[in-house]
Each structure stands twice: as structure tokens, then as C-alpha cells.
């Protein structure tokens, strides 16, 4: 459905806009058609600018993303329109997304208004309260209902409600639980499981590597912009291969050791990229001559499991190349 080409995001910035910043460079994936895939990496790297790229709410440097067989990064007016009928996206903070002056569902009749103008009343209310009924809310609690009178769960769902009215193909689920509590987390990620069985991609991005293991079929681990490791989930979480991979496994707490035995101290990334692996200078593996001085392509290590490592630099040759 949705594919990724040698995407790259960069921003100028510093003064008179004389330096570069590449918060996102030469990203390769794809999502199939019904498929969960998890963007997963620490902040900063990169993984809500490519959800925002997909939206179209900033532009790409570089690269292409093809929707369909159709390069969304070329679309204005009416097929831009068209394209948001089928793709969709729900943020991080479900309050910021809503005027507070205004009840809640006023993000309906928006809809409404852009897409479907001709619809009667009554039945366009009997869409929306199936719609809702679908992300599991009760019409009657939620409706006419300030943002204030509602939880940042029951916002969420509204969110998810509006892009499912649209009757969309794609959904980009940027933190979409990180604020939410942790018995409506698990509500939130089951909907996403529901949707998915009926058919809908999702892009889930998240910092959270467990939610990643419990939703996806497939994982993008990103670090500053660049793919460390992808494939199938399974295969990534029982056998991390990059360095990096492996450092956010050791880091997430367990239950049985305590956190000092698992936790991974490196030192903090270099401001500026060298010509080598943009992992290099935390990597406690980094060889001071190919590490330093080359970057790594992203190498197929088994069968749907890649990995952009020097060190599995002898394997086949690659599918993808991480720059």
C-alpha cells in the first residue's frame, strides 16, 4: 500500500540558514495492505517528521513516498483532498487537538462540512453514532460534550471515530497512548487490533518497545533519522542485531534483575555526523577504521530481518542502503 523511498527530510537553519539539519535521511520501508508496522526509536529520531511527511503536513527534501502507485509528494487541490480520504492521522496529545470554546464532536461536522456536504442529517448522525459505537463510546456519554467533560481516552477515540468516518485505508498513530492511563492504553492498542483485522494500515509510532512487540507485525528501529534494523517483529525482538537494537532491548526494565544490571550506559551522540556509522560514537562495538569512516548499508541478515551494520557488511548485497 504505502512505500517509502530514499526518504529525507532536511531543515536549514543557524543564521541566513547556512547549516543543514537531516532529521530524517534516505528511510526505505513499506506498509502492506491490513499490516500494523511500529516506527520505533528515542526522541529525536525522526520518527513523528516521517508520520508528518505522510500526512503531507510538511513537504520532503527528498525521495519518494508512493501511496498506491502514486507519489503522494506530487498531489495538490482535489487529489491532495482525495488522498486525505484514505489517509488519516491521530497525535500524541488528544486535547490539543480540540478548541476548547467548542464541544468536542464539532470535529464531525468539520468532516461533514469538507466531505460529505450532501449527506442528510439524520443520516450522517446515524454514521457518526456508528462510527463511534465502533471505537467503542456510548453516543449519548459523549456527544455535546466539551473537551474538558470528556477523558484523554474518550478524545482519543473521538479522533480515531473522524478518521474512520472518512472510511480511510491508512492510519498514522503518532504516541497515540502515551498520555493515556494504563487501563485505557490497552483499550486504545486492542482497537488498533480490531481496525487492523478489518483491513486498515497502520503506521505506529512509538518510543515504547513492548507496545511495538504487542501490536506490530513488523518493526523500523530509527536512530537520528536513519534505519539501525527492520523486519519482522518476532525475528527483531528475539534477535536484535545492531548495536543500538540491542542497547534499547538491555534498557527496558524487567521485572526480575534490577535496573542496574540491565541498564546500558553510552556516551551522549556527536552534534555533527561524521562520514561513518551515525551510530559510532555510542556503539561499544565501533571499530576506529570502517566504523568511523564508512556508513553502513542496510543488509538482509535473514529472511525479513536487516540490518545497517558494518559488521554484517560481508553478507548479501543490500536490499535497502542506510546513508
Given amino acids: 500500500m504505502l512505500k ?83 489517509v488519516q492521522g491521530v497525535f500524541q496529545d488528544p486535547f490539543s487537538s ?17 466531505f460529505f456536504p450532501d449527506i442528510p442529517a439524520q443520516e450522517w448522525n446515524a454514521k457518526v453514532e456508528r462510527t463511534l459505537q465502533a471505537v467503542g463510546l456510548n453516543p449519548p456519554d459523549v456527544l455535546n460534550k466539551f473537551p474538558h467533560q470528556l477523558s484523554g481516552g474518550q478524545l482519543q477515540r473521538f479522533l ?17 497512548i502515551s498520555m493515556l492511563d494504563a487501563s485505557t492504553r490497552i483499550d486504545v492498542l486492542n482497537l488498533l487490533a480490531d481496525l487492523k483485522a478489518r483491513g486498515l494500515s497502520v503506521l505506529f509510532i512509538t518510543h515504547d518497545l513492548s507496545l511495538g512487540y504487542y501490536i506490530s507485525e513488523r518493526a523500523v528501529i530509527l536512530y537520528r533519522g536513519h534505519v539501525m534494523e527492520m523486519g519482522a517483529t518476532e525475528k527483531l525482538y528475539a534477535n536484535p542485531l545492531h548495536p543500538y537494537t540491542k542497547m534499547l532491548m538491555a534498557a527496558v526494565p524487567r521485572l526480575d534483575r534490577k535496573w542496574e544490571e540491565v541498564e546500558v550506559k553510552l556516551g551522549a551522540a556527536g552534534e555533527e555526523l561524521g562520514q561513518g ?8 562495538f565501533a571499530d576506529k577504521g570502517d566504523c568511523e569512516r564508512h556508513k553502513p548499508m542496510l543488509t538482509e541478515a535473514d529472511s525479513d530481518h536487516f540490518v545497517a551494520c558494518g559488521r554484517y557488511a560481508k553478507h548479501p548485497p543490500p536490499v535497502y542502503e542506510a546513508l
Avoid at 531543515?11 to 520505533?40: M, R
Avoid at 505522510?54 to 503522494?72: F, P, Q, T, Y
Wanted: charged residues 30%; negative net charge; proline residues 2%.
Fill in 4 to 86: 517509502l523511498d530514499r526518504v529525507s527530510k532536511v531543515y536549514k537553519t543557524g543564521t541566513f540558514g547556512g547549516k543543514e539539519l537531516h532529521a530524517v535521511s534516505d528511510v526505505s520501508f513499506d506498509v502492506k495492505d491490513g499490516e500494523v508496522v511500529s516506527l520505533i526509536g528515542e526522541s529525536g529520531s525522526g520518527k513523528t517528521t516521517i508520520g508528518k511527511m505522510i500526512l503531507g503536513l510538511i513537504s520532503i527534501s527528498s525521495g519518494a513516498m508512493i501511496l498506491d502507485g502514486v507519489d503522494i509528494s506530487t498531489l495538490h487541490g482535489g487529489e491532495l483532498k482525495d488522498y486525505y480520504r484514505k
Fill in 98 to 114: 480540540y478548541n476548547p470554546i467548542f464541544k468536542a464532536d464539532r470535529i464531525f461536522r468539520v468532516i461533514r462540512d469538507e
Fill in 160 to 176: 480515531i471515530a473522524r478518521a474512520l468516518l472518512l472510511d480511510i485505508e491508512f492510519l498514522v498513530a503518532d504516541e497515540i
Fill in 277 to 284: 556509522c551515525v551510530y559510532y560514537e555510542r556503539c561499544p
